[in-house]
Each structure stands twice: as structure tokens, then as C-alpha cells.
């Protein structure tokens, strides 16, 4: 859910071809990445998997349940490649739910100095990817992927390769959202 203030109501607008766009991108990423001629042998052979058992089992469900949760990080990641929920969000407190601030109030010049100022920078495809890489990247998925491996008995090797799977999913996911904010 993009989120965007419109300028002229002051409404929230979801921009859900961003969140699609968006939530594609781990999908396509781990065809590339887990291609046998980039990290998919070695990724398999560091889990001990073979080709044969990764065929097995009912493709069109794990696939599925793999969009969706594409969907959600997509969703979450609207929060955080660009910050117009978040001016929502204090608008919605200072205007008594209506979020449509008095005319000259503080909450009026905040809102027109970040439409007019700042918004179109956190709509850029490198606002939302250096987010994405800092944000979802380095503070929750490096950390959840680490700690899970580390208690697994993960090699140094598998978990580099799931990180830069994960840190450019993500960079990608954010500049997506971002650059569609517009």
C-alpha cells in the first residue's frame, strides 16, 4: 500500500501496482539467484538438498504462499521507503481524525512545507532502495536471517548468499515504491 497524501484533498491514496511491482521482485530475484550458474548449487549443496526433492511437492502452493508473503514485505515496505504514512499518521492525531488541518495552524505549514519541500525527495528510486537496504535490510532481515542460521549451523557461505539475496530484494523493493510515490 503506497501510501501518498494527496496534495489536494489531503487524502491517503494507496498506490497498489507499486505493491504488486514491488512484491515481484523476490520472485524474479530468486530465479536469478538461485539459478544453478549463480548461487543455486551452492545454496542447495550447503542445505544438502538435492534438484530431484526441490521438484517435488506442489509448486503452485509454495509459490503462492511465496507471493503473498512477497505482498506483505511489499506493504511493509511502504512505511518505510517513503514517510507519507507517517505524516498521515501525525495528522490524524493533531486534526481530531480528519486530517485536514486548519488553514495556517502549525500542522498546515508542516504538511505544505513537507508537500512542497520534501516529499518529492523521499519519492525517488534512491530514498526508497538505500530505506529498503538500511531499514528491512540491515535492521530486520540481516539480523532474523543471522540469528536463524547461526542455530541452524549455517555455513559462513549460506548466509552471505541469503543476505545479498535479501539486501537486494529489498533496496529494490523500496526504490519500486518510492519512485512510484509520485
Same mark, same amino acid.
Request: avoid cysteine.
Given at each position: 500500500?503506497?501510501?501518498?497524501? =494527496?496534495?489536494?484533498?489531503?487524502?491517503?491514496?494507496? =498506490?497498489?501496482?507499486?505493491? +504488486?511491482?514491488?512484491? $515481484? *521482485?523476490?520472485? &524474479?530475484?530468486?530465479? *536469478?539467484?538461485?539459478?544453478?550458474?549463480?548461487?543455486?548449487?551452492?545454496?542447495?549443496?550447503?542445505?544438502?538438498?538435492?534438484?530431484?526433492?526441490?521438484?517435488?511437492?506442489?509448486? @503452485? +502452493?509454495?509459490?503462492?504462499?511465496?507471493?503473498?508473503?512477497?505482498?506483505?514485505?511489499? $506493504?511493509?515496505?511502504?512505511?518505510?521507503? +517513503?514517510? /507519507?504514512?507517517? #505524516?498521515?499518521?501525525?495528522?490524524?492525531?493533531? %486534526?481530531?481524525?480528519?486530517? &485536514?488541518?486548519?488553514?495556517?495552524?502549525? @500542522?498546515?505549514?508542516?504538511? /505544505?512545507?513537507?508537500?512542497?519541500? !520534501?516529499?518529492?525527495?523521499?519519492?525517488?528510486?534512491?530514498?526508497?532502495? %538505500?530505506?529498503?537496504? !538500511? #531499514?528491512?535490510?540491515?535492521?530486520? @532481515?540481516?539480523?532474523?536471517?543471522?540469528? /536463524?542460521?547461526?542455530?541452524?549451523?549455517?555455513?559462513?557461505?549460506? #548466509?552471505?548468499?541469503?543476505?545479498?539475496?535479501? !539486501?537486494?530484494?529489498?533496496?529494490?523493493?523500496?526504490?519500486? +515504491?518510492?519512485?512510484? @510515490?509520485?
Amino acid at each position: 500500500m503506497s501510501v501518498l497524501i =494527496n496534495q489536494t484533498n489531503n487524502k491517503m491514496e494507496i =498506490n497498489f501496482l507499486s505493491v +504488486i511491482l514491488a512484491a $515481484m *521482485v523476490p520472485m &524474479i530475484m530468486g530465479f *536469478v539467484w538461485y539459478h544453478d550458474k549463480v548461487f543455486g548449487n551452492t545454496w542447495r549443496n550447503e542445505l544438502g538438498l538435492t534438484t530431484e526433492y526441490l521438484q517435488k511437492g506442489n509448486m @503452485a +502452493i509454495l509459490f503462492g504462499l511465496a507471493f503473498v508473503m512477497s505482498l506483505l514485505m511489499a $506493504m511493509g515496505q511502504t512505511s518505510i521507503a +517513503i514517510h /507519507d504514512s507517517f #505524516i498521515h499518521g501525525a495528522l490524524y492525531y493533531v %486534526t481530531n481524525k480528519t486530517m &485536514i488541518p486548519e488553514p495556517g495552524s502549525e @500542522a498546515a505549514k508542516w504538511l /505544505d512545507y513537507y508537500t512542497t519541500t !520534501l516529499a518529492s525527495t523521499n519519492h525517488r528510486f534512491s530514498h526508497g532502495a %538505500t530505506h529498503g537496504f !538500511l #531499514i528491512a535490510g540491515i535492521f530486520v @532481515a540481516v539480523p532474523v536471517l543471522v540469528t /536463524d542460521a547461526l542455530f541452524e549451523r549455517r555455513s559462513f557461505k549460506f #548466509i552471505m548468499i541469503k543476505i545479498g539475496f535479501w !539486501l537486494i530484494s529489498l533496496s529494490l523493493m523500496g526504490g519500486i +515504491i518510492a519512485s512510484m @510515490a509520485k
